[in-house]
């Protein structure tokens, strides 16, 4: 079979060419959609064959941020959706002075500002996102404890902080027997009402120092612990006492089941106690029931 032409090189060497490299590309499937993304079980050190990305994550929801922590995110740096709080006082320094503080201690807070308990009444119903309510006693026209009545029939599910000049341990014990979970005088520091506000919003009752004072010169632990308790605490003991829940509490004195526990909070705490098993001996002893 004849050939073409061989090419030698110099020296009489025959030349080849090299081999030409063909690429093939393998047939893919059409791209399918894998649908949503859903997080894989298990963490990563139980799988450490699978990498956690945001792919894993998304879609899925987050929960949401309670209320009583945006405070705390934002003393420990994390980001704060910012909390929503109504003052009522017919003082427009006071107002504006509470309001700049609160903003300085929580930016992103957005604070409501009402002139009297009417005003601050209709605000309360009209704004359901409200996390908190600064509240005067003493205003013109509707009496600060009228607008606590008013709001725990209305809201009873939104904390009333008092903020008042008054002193005096019997309007104390009053504005917390209406429903108010804090009563913070205008005497006291700001820390002191920063420190009221967190504790209401961890469903808790703030009472001032004044009241321990009011409890100690009363003499007698009985009455002692009784001057200490509200006409509502006094309620919710005997209630609990007789071994109701504090749902059945709840319906039994038409209260959120937010403000019962706040009660019973405060009850432990005065009576010096851990659980209700206790607090009904304690209550028996002081002769509460």
Same mark, same amino acid.
Request: aromatic share 2%.
């Given at each position: 079979?004849?050939? /073409?032409? =061989?090419?030698?090189?110099?020296? $009489?060497?025959? @030349?080849?060419?090299? %081999?030409? !490299? +063909?690429?093939?590309?393998?047939?893919?499937?059409?791209?399918?959609?894998?649908?949503?993304?859903?997080?894989?079980?298990?963490?990563?050190?139980?799988?450490?064959?699978?990498?956690?990305?945001?792919?894993?994550?998304?879609?899925?929801?987050?929960?949401?941020?309670?209320?009583?922590?945006?405070?705390?995110?934002?003393?420990?740096?994390?980001?704060?959706?910012?909390?929503?709080?109504?003052?009522?006082?017919?003082?427009?320094?006071?107002?504006?002075?509470?309001?700049?503080?609160?903003?300085?201690?929580?930016?992103?807070?957005?604070?409501?500002?009402?002139?009297?308990?009417?005003?601050?009444?209709?605000?309360?119903?009209?704004?359901?996102?409200?996390?908190?309510?600064?509240?005067?006693?003493?205003?013109?026209?509707?009496? /600060?404890? =009228?607008?606590?009545?008013?709001? $725990?029939?209305? @809201?009873?599910?939104? %904390?009333? !902080? +008092?903020?008042?000049?008054?002193?005096?341990?019997?309007?104390?014990?009053?504005?917390?027997?209406?429903?108010?979970?804090?009563?913070?005088?205008?005497?006291?520091?700001?820390?002191?009402?920063?420190?009221?506000?967190?504790?209401?919003?961890?469903?808790?009752?703030?009472?001032?120092?004044?009241?321990?004072?009011?409890?100690?010169?009363?003499?007698?632990?009985?009455?002692?612990?009784?001057?200490?308790?509200?006409?509502?605490?006094?309620?919710?003991?005997?209630?609990?006492?007789?071994?109701?829940?504090?749902?059945?509490?709840?319906?039994?004195?038409?209260?959120?089941?937010?403000?019962?526990?706040?009660?019973?909070?405060?009850?432990?705490?005065?009576?010096?106690?851990?659980?209700?098993?206790?607090?009904?001996?304690?209550?028996?002893?002081?002769?509460?029931?």
């Amino acid at each position: 079979m004849a050939r /073409g032409p =061989v090419n030698h090189a110099a020296g $009489g060497m025959p @030349r080849h060419r090299a %081999p030409r !490299i +063909v690429r093939c590309r393998l047939p893919t499937a059409p791209a399918q959609d894998p649908g949503p993304a859903t997080p894989w079980p298990g963490t990563p050190q139980e799988r450490p064959d699978i990498l956690r990305t945001r792919e894993c994550t998304r879609g899925v929801p987050r929960p949401a941020l309670r209320p009583q922590s945006r405070l705390l995110c934002q003393r420990s740096g994390h980001h704060n959706p910012g909390m929503k709080l109504l003052i009522v006082d017919d003082h427009a320094i006071v107002r504006e002075g509470l309001a700049a503080m609160l903003r300085l201690t929580a930016p992103g807070t957005e604070v409501l500002q009402a002139c009297d308990g009417a005003e601050g009444t209709a605000m309360a119903t009209q704004h359901l996102d409200l996390d908190a309510v600064f509240l005067d006693l003493e205003m013109p026209g509707v009496d /600060g404890m =009228v607008v606590i009545r008013d709001l $725990g029939q209305l @809201r009873p599910d939104l %904390p009333v !902080i +008092v903020l008042s000049s008054s002193e005096n341990p019997q309007d104390v014990r009053r504005a917390l027997g209406l429903g108010a979970l804090g009563y913070v005088p205008k005497s006291a520091a700001p820390q002191t009402l920063l420190s009221a506000l967190q504790l209401v919003l961890s469903g808790n009752v703030y009472v001032p120092p004044l009241m321990l004072s009011a409890s100690a010169a009363s003499g007698g632990v009985g009455s002692g612990t009784r001057n200490a308790l509200t006409e509502r605490q006094l309620e919710v003991l005997r209630l609990l006492s007789a071994g109701r829940s504090n749902k059945e509490i709840a319906r039994s004195l038409g209260l959120s089941d937010k403000t019962v526990k706040a009660h019973v909070t405060a009850i432990f705490k005065a009576l010096d106690v851990v659980n209700r098993t206790e607090a009904a001996s304690a209550a028996r002893r002081a002769e509460l029931l």
